[in-house]
């Protein structure tokens, strides 16, 4: 069953449905846009003959919110970047940065070795290193 909004100023009068047309028009506007936004910190992941690397820009991120973890062929990197508390000194007509907990997975190859990943952090950018197994790695074949 769909559901209707009854709208008697809209259905009485053509002056009811011109204002409600200047309201849609005015919250449809960027300045009030209230969808719910979906916190996705920039990724980059690329690979070398030694590791696999995977690169989040974490700006405003403590280091303390963040928790990574190797599971069963998975990097799941979560965290949350919370508001700061700042005393509003004027009127904000627009922001968009967005504040709240964040969850990246990334599927891993069945080549690295999981007991020598290591993170670092710095300058808002989390990078973690995927090491190789010793037997994923290329080796060098001389000719005889």
């Known amino acids: 069953m769909a559901l209707t909004i009854w709208r008697p100023a809209r259905e009485l009068s053509p002056f ?15 300045f009030f846009d209230v969808r719910p936004t979906v916190v996705a910190p920039a990724l980059e992941v690329t690979e070398n003959d030694e590791a696999f690397s995977v690169q989040l820009e974490l700006a405003g991120v403590d280091e303390k919110d963040v928790e990574i973890t190797l599971t069963e062929g998975t990097l799941l990197i979560k965290g949350e970047k919370k508001e ?44 973690v290193t995927l090491p190789k197994l010793e037997e994923a790695k290329p080796r060098r074949v001389e000719i005889k």
């Open 84 to 127: 700061e508390n700042r005393e509003q000194k004027g009127t904000c007509y627009c922001s968009e940065r967005s504040y709240g907990a964040f969850e990246r997975a990334i599927a891993v190859p069945s080549n690295v070795d999981g007991d020598k990943v290591a993170a670092k952090y710095k300058n808002g950018v989390l990078e």
């Open 16 to 30: 009811g449905r011109e204002m409600d047309n200047v309201f849609d028009r005015f919250f449809d506007s960027p």
